[in-house]
């Protein structure tokens, strides 16, 4: 996280102007001009595989690093739980 507050400060990245209402309480209209972040781990790998030179900055990080770390999460983490019903899809379709 400091590596990306540091990206956005030295490519002086507008962070946009703070949002003072609920987003909760706003219409469809309105939400789609509200940026959003990935909203899964699937979509969060993707992201970082698009943009990730930020962190190889100060050698903190390496590109195998990174790809490593990318295929882990997917192979262990995303992969499985794909294979696998969801609990939900127990108590919709097998309860009684």
Same mark, same amino acid.
């Given at each position: #996280? ?21 987003? +909760? &309480? ?15 781990? &699937? ?28 295929? +882990? ?9 794909? #294979? ?7 108590? #919709? +379709? +097998?309860?009684?």
């Amino acid at each position: #996280m400091l590596l990306a507050g540091l990206d956005g400060i030295q490519n002086r990245i507008d962070p946009g102007e703070p949002l003072e209402k609920d987003i +909760y &309480d706003l219409s469809p209209e309105e939400l789609k001009d509200v940026p959003t972040l990935p909203g899964s781990l &699937d979509d969060s790998l993707k992201a970082l595989e698009a943009d990730h030179d930020f962190l190889l900055k100060g050698d903190v990080f390496s590109p195998q690093l990174i790809e490593r770390w990318i295929t +882990y999460k997917r192979d262990r983490e995303i992969t499985p739980l794909r #294979m696998r019903p969801h609990p939900l899809e127990f108590a #919709m +379709y +097998y309860d009684i």
